[in-house]
């Protein structure tokens, strides 16, 4: 068990680029989550998978914001035509069967 | 909806002595979860207490203990003989777990220094 793993740490990009987050969960847990964290705040809820089905997306995930879980492996997390608004620490976490989140170490997007 | 507030932004505690953050939720709910979770700079948030609202005990986790008031809607986390590596950002989070995807609401946060 290595934990929750996610890929990359850190991410520069231009205005207008598409970027793509890779988050791979522990192995036996069926629960995957994506969060954002903007600077003095808290996380605030994206996206979170069951297995491979998507089954809630709060406001926040707007049209330029996609995720999958194929397989119910792992996850990916794409940012369509990026915005200076979208930089931001992107956290997955997991869970299985206990009552609480693993993070990860989270991306740090910094668009410019 | 649920929120969680954090009114301490930043508190601070001198090495070995005790400190207790605060936090207050709002919930209909009568079945929940609460947690605490301590964020190192530029590392990864981690556990620190988790109480179930059914319990009436207070969780403890060595050092770490919390104070929960159901009535009044608080959930404060006490620290004991602090030590440097306490120092953190620590995030209060609510869970509804039997709720649609039981989806963490966290509050703002209270970073911690140590002093030594």
């Known amino acids: 068990d290595t934990g929750v793993s996610q890929n990359p740490r850190h991410k520069i990009t231009k205005r207008g680029q598409n970027v793509t987050f890779r988050c791979d969960p522990i192995?036996?847990?069926?629960?995957l989550y994506w969060y954002r964290q903007t600077l003095g705040q808290g996380p605030e809820f994206l996206t979170y998978f069951q297995n491979e089905a998507q089954l809630e997306k709060s406001r926040l995930l707007s049209d330029r914001f996609s995720a999958e879980r194929p397989k119910g492996s792992f996850s990916t997390l794409e940012i369509q035509r990026t915005e200076q608004g979208d930089s931001a620490m992107y956290l997955c976490?997991?869970?299985?069967?206990?009552?609480?989140?693993?993070f990860g170490s989270g991306t740090r997007l910094t668009v410019v | 909806a649920q929120t969680v507030t954090q009114s301490q932004p930043e508190m601070s505690v001198q090495e070995a002595e005790t400190v207790t953050l605060s936090c207050t939720y709002d919930?209909?709910?009568?079945?929940?979860?609460l947690f605490w979770y301590k964020q190192p700079p530029s590392r990864q948030m981690i556990l620190v207490i988790r109480?179930?609202?059914?319990k009436q005990q207070n969780a403890t986790e060595n050092r770490f203990s919390v104070n929960f008031q159901k009535a009044a809607k608080s959930f404060s986390l006490k620290i004991s003989d602090s030590q440097l590596g306490d120092a953190a950002m620590y995030f209060c989070?609510?869970?509804?777990?039997w709720g649609t995807g039981n989806q963490f609401y966290f509050g703002t946060g209270t970073s911690l220094t140590v002093i030594p």
């Open positions: 976490a997991s869970t299985g069967a206990n009552y609480g989140y693993t």
């Open positions: 109480q179930e609202a059914y």
């Open positions: 919930t209909s709910e009568s079945d929940y979860y």
């Open positions: 192995s036996e847990h069926n629960r």
């Open positions: 989070a609510y869970s509804n777990w």
